[in-house]
């Protein structure tokens, strides 16, 4: 037990001594990595404004700002003087559970801060700033005090395996895996170039009001997302959707959950996509329209 606890010990002072100067706090209460020279990474709910202050771990202060973000991703990237402080280096494979973890952050420039822990489970989903599910998440048992989202979780080689962004509670915590999708959207962030999601521009309600509504006025019950709002100059509108139409189905697809309708819309690459939309008790097809070319993938 002793020679572990050395080992244990020792790997951790080895990886905060080399990762420790790629981690910055950010703003008030986040943590960030140095992405690049001049860039610096960090979960969107960090950012709040166009300028925000950056602390690097010898204690230097700068004022960046902010290059792209993508609140539905929790992403975001800011252009800062990074003096010599190195970009973090990612791992090229993803984590198993069990694997040996240490999670690293710098909160709000408050300090580094390293602890240990494992990875204990994968492909966990959790919500962004704006409600959108994001999925494929680790799940580790690293502890982490408040402002260290944005800080990165590392392999006992020091290698970047993901970003911390949740906090779950009784023990465990949730970071973004840095696979090659998301660290191309990464480097988008820092060219600049935000992701472009397809949408209807509508908001809707979940299945559970629509039955509710629909009870109160007679109407049988049917699955589906209703619609409170269309905004007049999206795809929707051109489409023929009003408040108060139930979408059924998207591209072909069964709706019965907004996740759902944002994966769809998510994978849809063509200029145009069906939608099946109750009306009272009249069903419809629509075809609605989008404007622009697809959004790359990400």
Known sequence: MTKLLEDLSAAGQDVAERVTPSVVGVGRRGSGVVLAP??????????????????????????????????????????????????????????????????????????????????????????????????????????????????????????????????LGDGFYLAMPMEPARRQRLDDLGAGRPPSRRSLGVAVAPPHVADRLRASVGLPPRSGLLVRAVDSAGPAAGGGVREGDLIVAVGGRDITSVDELHDTLDGWDEATIELVVVRGVEELRLEVTFDGDPPAST
């Open 38 to 167: 001049g860039k610096v990474a960090t979960n969107a709910h960090n950012v709040r404004h166009d300028q925000v202050e950056v602390v690097f771990s010898d204690g230097r202060r700068a004022t960046g700002a902010l290059t792209a973000a993508d609140p539905d991703g929790d992403l975001a990237v800011i252009s800062v003087d990074t003096g010599g402080a190195p970009p973090l280096v990612w791992a090229d494979e993803s984590p198993a559970p069990g694997t040996p973890i240490f999670a690293l952050a710098n909160p709000g420039g408050r300090g580094p801060r390293v602890s240990f822990g494992v990875i204990s489970s994968a492909g966990r989903s959790f919500r962004g700033p704006r409600g959108r599910r994001i999925a494929g998440s680790l799940e580790h048992t690293a502890p982490l005090t408040r402002g260290s989202s944005g800080g990165p979780v590392v392999d006992a080689d020091g290698r970047a395996l993901g970003i911390n962004t949740h906090r």
